[in-house]
Nanobody
């Protein structure tokens, strides 16, 4: 059974930084794709960053501001978020895709005030 637990969300002013962490347990291996998603208030969930095969891709709106890292030994991913903007507000979810089955954490709330 795969479990994901996010931490690190909070309230920050525009221009500030936050670091999110996601610790995974269960049968997660290096071939499984891990990602960060977010869901802004009243909007659909969207992918923010995705780590696959040693590469990380980002949605255009966060390029140059967010950095996703993956520690394969610890089954952990982090998301360093700099120069945060009010539009980055939302619940951030950790995701792992294993054998075409998505697993989700419960999410952590990020609020960026203007």
């Amino acid at each position: 059974q795969v479990q994901l637990v996010e931490s690190g969300g909070g309230l920050v002013q525009a221009g500030g930084s936050l670091r999110l962490s996601c610790e995974g347990s269960g049968n997660i291996n290096s071939k499984d794709v891990m990602a960060w998603y977010r869901q802004p208030p009243g909007k659909v969930r969207e992918v923010v960053a995705l780590a696959s095969g040693g590469n990380v891709t980002y949605v255009n709106s966060v390029k140059g501001r967010f950095t996703m890292s993956r520690d394969y030994a610890k089954n952990m991913v982090t998301l360093q978020m700099n120069n945060l903007k009010p539009e980055d507000t939302g619940v951030y979810y950790c995701n792992v895709m294993k054998l075409d089955v998505p697993y989700w954490g419960k999410g952590t709330l990020v609020t960026v005030s203007s």
